[in-house]
């Protein structure tokens, strides 16, 4: 596929196939992830990949209690709030692998950094016929102990971007982008 086709299409990605991922795919789509740059070139990517079926709903179930324990909750919007409350809801949506990029420590980068890499494999994902979609409402619990435990990352790692991946069930309608705004500085 052609880069800016990939890059115009790629959707955030809410329904999933009942199919794996291969793992060579999943190689590819990591390799692609780690050529994004980083501050004084650390590469401090630490990629978790998760495709236990029990291990994802586990992780669903413990991440919807953690935002609606926490202050995040009083600022949701009432539909979201109703949805996380409901407990078939599946943050994760039922999405066949979930890819955590931390970053093997805290420092004033680490989210740029992880980020930048995220944004690479989401493309890739989209470059190899795959759906995929970053989930915030599960990043505030990954960095607690026992979200990092799930994830085999270190405790001193900063899990910073939640990736779901599968085959996706439809190609969702583009959402619409507003006018940027731009300053021209100077001539
Ligand atoms: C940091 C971040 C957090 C997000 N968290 C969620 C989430 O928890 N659940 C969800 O369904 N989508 C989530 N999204 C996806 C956005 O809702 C989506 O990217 C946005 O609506 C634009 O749609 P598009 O990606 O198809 O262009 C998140 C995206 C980003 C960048």
Partial sequence: MEF???????RAVREYA???VDEAVLRQLIDAAIQAPSAVDEQPWIFSIVR????LARISEAAKAH????????SLPEHLHDRLADANFDVLYHAPVLIVISSASPGPWAPI???????????????????SCWIGLVQDWLTTPEGKAAIG???????VAPIILGHPLNQPAPVARKEPEIIWVGR
Wanted: charged share 25%.
């Fill in 4 to 10: 800016e086709r990939a890059l115009y299409s790629r």
């Fill in 18 to 20: 009942d199919r794996p």
């Fill in 52 to 55: 236990d079926p029990i291990l």
């Fill in 67 to 74: 935002v609606l324990a926490g202050a995040l909750a009083r």
């Fill in 113 to 131: 950094n992880c980020a930048l890499a995220a944004e690479n494999l989401m493309l890739a994902a989209r470059d190899a016929g795959l759906g």
């Fill in 153 to 159: 990352a270190p405790e001193t790692c900063l899990p």
